[in-house]
């Protein structure tokens, strides 16, 4: 019977995707990223796996590091990504490792991640607010905020 080999729908494949996504833990819930933010502002991020730069409006609220497309947020708006600071180590000047002006890093036990803000009066305001915020938050922090796919195996 060769009908069992036609590839699978649109439908199920759709359900697989999204099915996929469900299982990530979201690490948004119950922030409501859109009001009172601790620090918000455009900062110029390095991809993790595609290293472009790229310019990403930021949220930083509740030890979480939200990034957007746009600085218009609202309860709709859905980051790009999202960074539990209680998983970083260090947040520090990186204008020597990167030689551009206004660059930062954020390390976590397993990467580093390359920030680059529009002054140095931003870049320290930056550093200290996410500084702050990886010591409120770090004594919480829990193993699982940590998505770590190496585990799963």
């Not at 970083?88 to 580093?112: H, I, M, P, W």
Request: charged content about 25%; glycine content about 6%; some cysteine.
């Amino acid at each position: 019977n060769k009908q069992s080999k036609q590839p699978p729908s649109m439908g199920s494949l759709w359900r697989v995707a999204t099915g996929l996504t469900e299982k990530k833990p979201n690490n948004y819930d119950g922030i409501e990223f859109w009001s009172n933010p601790e620090r918000t502002g455009w900062l110029t991020k390095q991809g993790e796996y595609i290293k472009t730069w790229r310019r990403r409006w930021f949220v930083l609220k509740q030890g979480k590091l939200f990034w957007f497309k746009d600085s218009i947020i609202t309860p709709a708006s859905r980051p790009r990504g999202v960074i539990p600071v209680a998983t970083c180590l260090t947040v520090k000047g990186a204008e020597d490792v990167l030689n551009k002006q206004y660059a930062f890093e954020l390390s976590t036990r397993t990467e580093t991640m390359y920030f680059i803000a529009d002054s140095e009066k931003e870049k320290e305001d930056w550093i200290n607010s996410i500084g702050r915020s990886i010591v409120q938050h770090s004594k919480s922090a829990t193993d699982s905020e940590i998505v770590d796919y190496d585990s799963n195996q």
